[in-house]
């Protein structure tokens, strides 16, 4: 039975933190087995209606109460059957097939992104820890983001085991086999990334989002896990899964380290698009959500023993994690790399937002420029010399608050940058001196204003 997927529920589901805490459980896990698209042969298939009683005919053995150690042995002397349910009960799904290999078959049906294990493998995965019995790997869409109190009720009121048994039944597959991962993100936005060494092959499939949740490790936690239950849970939307596949055998010691460079990875497309915590003013490193499953086959050659980047292996596992995850924020989130230039991304987590900006702004400017500039807006905001200029003052901010930068240069070193950001503004660089004088409120714990002085100056002095 795979463990909770607890974190990944409370990021779906915002307010279902209140319920699980008062009752002191978890939210459930989700399991789900897909099966191939054939039905006895190879007749093609659109639906499935297969119940428990032929399924435990065609696998020659029941497994109830079978320790998952003893499936893999089962499994590979049974003939595979096709697509079945664990009830008396019919279900219609239909599926697109997204990526077949020797290996695995990935296919997406609805809210579900199914990954068929075509043979044996040794995987290790957030739900479920190492395993060599898994058949199927699924990432799931369990909510929407935010305000989804209908789900959140039919959740909490099913419970751990019930949730986990409703989702198989959703869609005909079997719970004890399968590894699964769940998240607010649509699954019409997962990024497949592969790449290719010989003859081995990586791919990894990405679902993002981060707006509601980023966060850098070793932020303040938002809950914790005490013999009673859960306490005091997180609400905001967001989750990184990642799946990730390796087409050769791999040691344990290399299926652990994988997930070194996997998360790495990850961290590094956030690090490429600045992403920064919701939870403090530090760089995001993922969110407190994430999932993965990472699985190679048991058999076809030596295992490899690293995944560490300084072999092709672990280049080839960096480069899918990190394209597949900056192409799934892009379309969740819509976070495009040059997009991420404006003013309000590089200072955001320093004060300067764009839902008050103009409140903000306005008694620094006369009515006609202000007015001008809101008919201008995105022409500012998204200015690339002005942004340059506000990421070099948040850089400054960082290092200050890292100790890099001693204290007493952090207000010079913000109004000569403030004095450029004015002057890449106004298109007037050979003013620069001009507005390092006028720039005079530099405060390093509130520097915000001196940003909004900065943008009102340049923009004021454009057209005169």
């Not at 459980?25 to 428990?52: E, K, L, W, Y």
């Not at 499953?293 to 300084?310: D, E, F």
């Not at 001693?406 to 109004?415: D, K, Q, S």
């Not at 520097?447 to 002095?461: K, N, R």
Request: hydrophobic share 40%; glycine share 8%; with cysteine.
């Amino acid at each position: 039975m795979v463990r909770s997927l607890y974190s990944a529920h409370c990021a779906c589901i915002g307010s279902i933190a209140a319920a699980h805490g008062a009752l002191g459980q978890m939210p459930p896990p989700v399991q789900i087995r897909n099966r191939t698209a054939t039905d006895r042969g190879d007749r093609p298939i659109c639906s499935v209606h297969f119940v428990v009683e032929e399924f435990l005919h065609q696998s020659g053995r029941h497994y109830a109460g079978a320790p998952a150690r003893d499936r893999p042995l089962a499994r590979r002397n049974r003939r595979r059957p096709t697509v079945h349910s664990l009830v008396p009960q019919t279900v219609s799904m239909r599926t697109e097939e997204l990526r077949v290999t020797a290996e695995f078959r990935l296919s997406r049906a609805g809210r579900f992104l199914i990954a068929e294990l075509l043979v044996p493998h040794r995987a290790l995965t957030t739900s479920s820890g190492e395993s060599e019995s898994l058949e199927y790997i699924v990432n799931h869409q369990s909510c929407e983001g935010a305000g989804h109190r209908e789900r959140e009720a039919y959740i909490t009121g099913l419970g751990l085991e019930g949730y986990h048994d409703a989702v198989c039944r959703e869609i005909g597959l079997d719970p004890r086999i399968t590894a699964t991962m769940g998240t607010a993100a649509n699954m019409n936005y997962a990024a497949v990334c592969e790449q290719q060494d010989g003859d081995v092959h990586v791919a990894a499939i990405v679902t993002a989002g981060v707006q509601g949740n980023a966060a850098c490790a070793g932020d303040a936690a938002g809950w914790r896990e005490t013999e009673r239950g859960w306490e005091k849970i997180p609400s905001p939307a967001g989750t990184i899964n990642t799946m990730l596949f390796v087409s050769h055998p791999l040691s344990r010691g290399a299926l652990a380290r994988a997930v070194i460079t996997m998360t790495e990875a990850k961290s590094a497309a956030l690090m490429r698009l600045a992403i920064r915590s919701r939870y403090s003013k530090d760089a995001a490193t993922g969110t407190g959500t994430d999932q993965y499953a990472i699985a190679a086959p048991l058999a076809g050659g030596k295992p490899l023993t690293s995944t560490s980047p300084h072999v092709k292996l672990g280049e080839m596992i960096g480069i899918a994690v990190r394209d597949a995850t900056s192409e799934a924020l892009r379309w969740q989130n819509g976070l495009e790399p040059s997009y991420t230039r404006s003013l309000f991304h590089a200072l955001g987590a320093y004060g300067l937002h764009e839902s008050t900006f103009f409140e903000d702004i306005a008694p620094l400017l006369p009515p006609a420029d202000l007015d001008l500039l809101r008919k201008n807006a995105k022409s500012v905001f998204y200015e690339p010399q002005a942004a340059a200029a506000a990421y070099a003052i948040a850089s400054i901010l960082d290092r200050v608050r890292y100790g890099t930068l001693p204290p007493g240069t952090a207000r010079e070193a913000l109004r000569q940058q403030a004095a450029l950001l004015a002057a890449n503004l106004s298109a007037r660089p050979e003013r620069w001196p001009d507005f390092l004088a006028r720039l005079k409120d530099a405060d390093p714990e509130r520097p915000a204003p001196l940003v909004l002085q900065a943008i009102a100056l340049g923009w004021s002095s454009k057209w005169k």
